[in-house]
């Protein structure tokens, strides 16, 4: 039986990790995860949630602070991994880790290789408007997610799709596919194919100025960026009522409208949400929240915030930089 040591922090990593303590197939010898970080109010040490996973299943948890460290890599080495599974860790491995093990690092990457590399390919999928994504396996090497690539599986982005559900679908499709992949791999069934670098993108990480809503741009960009923004940092634009209001919009819709006007221009604020102008066409703002307020569907929304056709709402770089 081989001995598989897990990496993973996010919550990305959950759905592969609890695959491998279910399979009789391998040996999960340890996981390894990033240190306890202060969040909240009140900055209180938090467990990720592969930790709690781990704990729960009764693994042995390591938490270098930095993995590179030799004392780190000592660790790693007693445990004797035949194989290393990576998923959402956090941290770049270094080349002594990377060789460490027999059959090498196997990464589950949620992105269709070589398009997104980097920190944010789900955001990114859904910014950019893309019709489909999927995840890759594939054998890791000392560059940002440029390996040999094992295994893949597609899956379509759905009107109704935003960030979070498209997470949570390919977290359980990396699982399943790292599975699939992960004994085929040591049995020598599996002729990596390398990457096009030709084609490869970047898919940088998100950054709360991200969020905010130009309403020069047309309404399908604006669409993307609402979706794409789910649950982090949020799309978000201002309206001036007495005090600027930093508006958080958690789901809208596309509409179609004549061209002229203002983007930016209310053009109805109802039970079925505000609609606005944009640069091209409309978004009807379905689900909002304002700054320290909770989510709300809009016709609730505006029973307690006061929005009107002819008001403008605007696209403000210096706002939004609290947290909703």
């Keep these: 039986m081989k001995r598989v040591l897990f990496m993973g922090t996010a919550e990305l990593a959950v759905a592969s990790l609890r695959a491998l303590t279910a399979s009789p197939a391998f040996e999960l010898v340890g996981v390894v995860t990033q240190p306890d ?13 592969v930790k ?6 009764g693994l042995k ?10 004392a780190s ?13 990576v998923a ?21 990457h949620t992105s269709l290789l070589p398009k997104y590399r980097g920190a944010a390919p789900i955001q990114w999928a859904v910014l950019n408007g893309d019709p489909e994504t999927g995840v890759t396996i594939m054998q890791m090497d000392p560059g940002l ?9 597609r899956t379509m982005i759905e009107a109704s799709d935003d960030s979070q559900k498209l997470h949570d679908r390919l977290a359980g499709m990396g699982a399943t596919l790292l599975m699939e992949t992960l004994g085929q791999w040591i049995a020598g069934s599996i002729q990596p194919i390398p990457q096009n670098n030709d084609l490869a993108t970047h ?16 309404a399908v960009n604006l669409w993307n960026r609402v979706r794409g923004l789910v649950p982090w940092p949020g799309a978000y634009c201002t309206h001036r009522a007495g005090d600027t209001a930093v508006l958080k919009v958690w789901e809208a819709s596309l509409e179609s409208v004549s061209s002229d006007g203002e983007p930016g221009r209310v053009l109805s604020a109802g039970a079925e949400g505000v609609l606005v102008r944009c ?12 700054e320290g307020g909770k989510r709300l569907p809009a016709r609730e929304f505006l029973q307690g915030y006061h929005i009107q056709a002819g008001e403008v709402l605007a696209a403000c770089a210096a706002c939004g930089t609290g947290t909703a």
Excluded at 77 to 85: G, K, N, S
């Design 37 to 49: 970080r202060p969040q909240g109010r009140k900055l209180q040490l938090k467990p990720s949630p």
């Design 52 to 57: 709690v996973t781990a704990i729960d299943a």
């Design 61 to 70: 948890v390591l938490q270098p602070e930095k993995v590179r460290a030799e």
């Design 73 to 85: 890599l000592s660790e790693i080495r007693e445990l004797r991994p035949d194989v290393i599974v």
């Design 88 to 108: 959402a860790y956090g941290q770049i491995l270094p080349k002594a880790l990377l060789d460490m093990p027999l059959h090498g690092c196997l990464n589950v």
């Design 145 to 153: 997610d440029t390996g040999p690539m094992l295994s893949q599986a």
């Design 203 to 218: 898919a940088r990480k998100i950054e709360k100025s991200d969020g905010l809503l130009d309403w020069k741009l047309s």
């Design 279 to 290: 640069g091209e066409g409309a978004l009807r703002l379905k689900s909002l929240q304002r």
